[in-house]
C-alpha cells in the first residue's frame, strides 16, 4: 500500500475511534507516533474530504471532521457490490460465485457430502 | 444492393451461428474457443448492422462500402452531391453511422461506468479491508456473508470476505484465489465489456441478455478451467458448493435466479471427465471469424 493510501487509512481510524468531530491538531495528536507534520495530515483529510469519507463543518477559526459513514457501512456497501444484489453483470467486479437458495442449493449440498464421502 | 446483400448476410449468419451455439453443449467444455466465437460474432452483428442502412445509402456511387464512404466525405467537402443521391440515402447514412455512435457511447458510458465504481472499490477497501496471514496477497473484509471476488484493472485487487474465509479450509481457499487472480490476469473484465455496453444500448433485448449471461458464465468456467491446472477439480466444486450453499447475511432470497442455474453447471462440468475439443467448436470458431471478416473487408475496400 502506498505511503499516502496509509496515511489516509490511519487517519480514518482515528477518526472512527473517536465519538466526536476532531479538529486536524486533535489528529495529528492522536496520531503522534507517527510524527507527522500538521499540514500532511490537512492534506489527508482534504483528500479524504474530496473523495467523499469525510464531512467538514467549520466551527469558529477551526474545521472540525467527521467520518462521512461508520466503517461497518463502508464494509456493508463493498459487500453488497460484492454479492451484486442487483443481479446485474456489470463489468466492473467478477466473483466467484453467488448464493443460492431452494432445490439448486440442495443439489449442491448433496455434491458436497459425496466429496467428503 | 450487393454490398447490402452481403452485410444482411452477415447479420444472418451471425443469427443462425448464435442459434446453434446456444443450443450446443460444447461450449462448456472449450470455453475459450465459445468465448473467441462470442466475441467474433460481436464484432460482425455490430459491423453489419451498421452497414446495411450504410450500404444501402450510398449505393449510388456503385463502389465498394470503404471507397464510397472515401468519395462521400470528399463530395461533402467540395459542397457537390451526385444527382443521384438524394436526402433518403443521406438519411440512411445517417442512421447507420447514428447506430455506430450509440454502440461507441454505450461501450465508453459502460467503462466509464466500471472504472468509477472500481475506483470506488478500491477507496473503500484501502480505508477497511485488512491483509491476513492466512491468504497472502489478498485483501480481508472483515464481514459474515461468503464473498470472494476480483477488482479487475491495472493494478487487480482479489478480496475475500471473513465470512468465506472461515467456511473454506486452505486447500479449496487456494483454489478460489486462482480462479480470481485467472479473471484478473487474463482480464475478462474487458471480455465482458462489448456485451454489457450491448445489453445497455438495448436494455431488454432477450438475445442481448441471453449471450451477456452466456459469456459470463463462459468466463466463470475459463477461471475455472486455470484454476484446475494447479489445484484438484473436486476442491474447486466443493469450494463452489460450499460458496453457494452458505446462508447469505446481505442478500435477500429470490433475485439470483441466473445464478443458481449457472453455478450447478460449473459443479457439474467440473465433476465430469474433461473431453478432447470437439470438432463443432472448431467449426463454429471459423464461421465466426469469417463473419467478423467480413463486415471488416467490406468497409475496408
Same mark, same amino acid.
Given at each position: 500500500?502506498?505511503?499516502?493510501?496509509?496515511?489516509?487509512?490511519?487517519?480514518?481510524?482515528? !477518526?472512527?475511534?473517536?465519538? &466526536?468531530?476532531?479538529?486536524?491538531?486533535?489528529?495529528?495528536?492522536? !496520531?503522534?507516533?507517527?510524527?507527522?507534520?500538521?499540514?500532511?495530515?490537512?492534506?489527508?483529510?482534504?483528500? /479524504?474530504?474530496?473523495?467523499?469519507?469525510?464531512?467538514?463543518?467549520?466551527?469558529?477559526?477551526?474545521?472540525?471532521?467527521?467520518? &462521512?459513514?461508520?466503517?461497518?457501512?463502508?464494509?456493508?456497501? !463493498?459487500? /453488497?457490490?460484492? !454479492?451484486?444484489?442487483?443481479?446485474?453483470? %456489470?463489468?466492473?467486479?467478477?466473483?466467484?460465485?453467488?448464493?443460492?437458495?431452494?432445490?439448486?442449493?440442495?443439489?449442491?449440498?448433496? &455434491?458436497?457430502?459425496? %466429496?467428503?464421502? | 444492393?450487393?454490398?447490402?446483400?452481403?452485410?444482411?448476410?452477415?447479420?444472418?449468419?451471425?443469427?443462425?451461428?448464435?442459434?446453434?451455439?446456444?443450443?450446443?453443449?460444447? *461450449? $462448456?467444455?472449450?470455453?475459450?474457443? =465459445?468465448?473467441?466465437?462470442?466475441?467474433?460474432?460481436?464484432?460482425?452483428?455490430?459491423?453489419?448492422?451498421?452497414?446495411?442502412? $450504410?450500404?444501402?445509402?450510398?449505393?449510388?456511387?456503385?463502389?465498394?462500402?470503404?471507397?464510397?464512404?472515401?468519395?462521400?466525405?470528399?463530395?461533402?467537402?467540395?459542397?457537390?452531391?451526385?444527382?443521384?443521391?438524394?436526402?433518403?440515402?443521406?438519411?440512411?447514412?445517417?442512421?447507420?453511422?447514428?447506430?455506430?455512435?450509440?454502440?461507441?457511447?454505450?461501450?465508453?458510458?459502460?467503462?466509464?461506468?466500471?472504472?468509477?465504481?472500481?475506483?470506488?472499490?478500491?477507496?473503500?477497501?484501502?480505508?477497511?479491508?485488512?491483509?491476513?496471514?492466512?491468504?497472502?496477497?489478498?485483501?480481508?473484509?472483515?464481514?459474515?456473508? #461468503?464473498?470472494?471476488?476480483? $477488482?479487475?484493472?491495472?493494478?487487480?485487487?482479489?478480496?475475500?470476505? #471473513?465470512?468465506?474465509?472461515?467456511?473454506? *479450509?486452505?486447500?479449496?481457499?487456494?483454489?478460489?484465489?486462482?480462479?480470481?487472480?485467472?479473471?484478473?490476469?487474463?482480464?475478462?473484465?474487458?471480455?465482458?465489456?462489448?456485451?454489457?455496453?450491448?445489453?445497455?444500448?438495448?436494455?431488454?433485448?432477450?438475445?442481448?441478455?441471453? =449471450?451477456?449471461?452466456?459469456?459470463?458464465?463462459?468466463?466463470?468456467?475459463?477461471?475455472?478451467?486455470?484454476?484446475?491446472?494447479?489445484?484438484?477439480?473436486?476442491?474447486?466444486?466443493?469450494?463452489?458448493?460450499?460458496?453457494?450453499?452458505?446462508?447469505?447475511?446481505?442478500?435477500?432470497?429470490?433475485?439470483?435466479?441466473?445464478?443458481?442455474?449457472?453455478?450447478?453447471?460449473?459443479?457439474?462440468?467440473?465433476?465430469?471427465?474433461?473431453? *478432447?475439443?470437439?470438432?463443432?467448436?472448431?467449426?463454429?470458431?471459423?464461421?465466426?471469424?469469417?463473419?467478423?471478416?467480413?463486415?471488416?473487408?467490406?468497409?475496408?475496400?
Amino acid at each position: 500500500m502506498t505511503r499516502l493510501g496509509d496515511l489516509e487509512r490511519a487517519v480514518m481510524d482515528v !477518526l472512527w475511534d473517536r465519538s &466526536a468531530p476532531a479538529t486536524v491538531r486533535e489528529v495529528v495528536d492522536a !496520531l503522534d507516533g507517527r510524527d507527522l507534520a500538521y499540514t500532511t495530515v490537512m492534506t489527508v483529510l482534504d483528500r /479524504l474530504a474530496g473523495k467523499g469519507m469525510v464531512e467538514r463543518e467549520r466551527v469558529g477559526r477551526a474545521w472540525i471532521y467527521r467520518p &462521512a459513514a461508520t466503517r461497518d457501512v463502508y464494509i456493508a456497501q !463493498l459487500m /453488497l457490490d460484492a !454479492l451484486d444484489q442487483a443481479g446485474e453483470r %456489470d463489468a466492473a467486479l467478477v466473483r466467484f460465485a453467488r448464493s443460492v437458495t431452494g432445490d439448486e442449493a440442495e443439489v449442491l449440498r448433496a &455434491a458436497l457430502e459425496r %466429496d467428503k464421502g | 444492393m450487393l454490398y447490402t446483400a452481403h452485410f444482411g448476410a452477415a447479420v444472418l449468419g451471425c443469427y443462425l451461428v448464435a442459434w446453434a451455439m446456444f443450443r450446443s453443449r460444447w *461450449p $462448456v467444455h472449450s470455453p475459450s474457443i =465459445a468465448i473467441l466465437c462470442w466475441q467474433g460474432l460481436g464484432l460482425a452483428i455490430g459491423l453489419a448492422v451498421i452497414g446495411v442502412p $450504410v450500404s444501402l445509402g450510398l449505393a449510388p456511387y456503385d463502389a465498394p462500402p470503404g471507397t464510397a464512404m472515401v468519395m462521400l466525405a470528399r463530395d461533402l467537402a467540395g459542397g457537390q452531391l451526385p444527382r443521384e443521391l438524394g436526402l433518403g440515402h443521406l438519411a440512411l447514412i445517417s442512421v447507420g453511422l447514428g447506430i455506430g455512435a450509440v454502440l461507441l457511447g454505450s461501450t465508453v458510458a459502460s467503462l466509464h461506468a466500471a472504472v468509477r465504481a472500481r475506483q470506488r472499490q478500491r477507496d473503500l477497501l484501502a480505508l477497511v479491508a485488512r491483509p491476513d496471514p492466512a491468504a497472502p496477497g489478498v485483501l480481508v473484509l472483515d464481514h459474515p456473508s #461468503a464473498a470472494a471476488y476480483c $477488482v479487475p484493472g491495472l493494478r487487480p485487487r482479489v478480496v475475500i470476505s #471473513a465470512g468465506a474465509l472461515s467456511l473454506l *479450509p486452505r486447500d479449496e481457499l487456494a483454489a478460489v484465489l486462482s480462479h480470481e487472480e485467472a479473471h484478473a490476469k487474463e482480464r475478462h473484465d474487458l471480455v465482458l465489456l462489448p456485451f454489457t455496453a450491448l445489453s445497455r444500448a438495448l436494455p431488454g433485448v432477450t438475445w442481448v441478455t441471453r =449471450a451477456l449471461a452466456t459469456v459470463a458464465l463462459l468466463v466463470e468456467m475459463r477461471a475455472d478451467d486455470r484454476a484446475r491446472r494447479r489445484h484438484d477439480d473436486a476442491l474447486l466444486a466443493a469450494a463452489l458448493a460450499r460458496f453457494a450453499t452458505a446462508p447469505s447475511h446481505a442478500t435477500p432470497a429470490g433475485m439470483l435466479g441466473a445464478a443458481e442455474h449457472d453455478i450447478v453447471a460449473r459443479v457439474r462440468r467440473l465433476r465430469a471427465p474433461s473431453s *478432447p475439443t470437439p470438432y463443432r467448436a472448431v467449426l463454429a470458431l471459423g464461421a465466426a471469424l469469417f463473419l467478423a471478416y467480413m463486415p471488416i473487408s467490406l468497409f475496408l475496400s
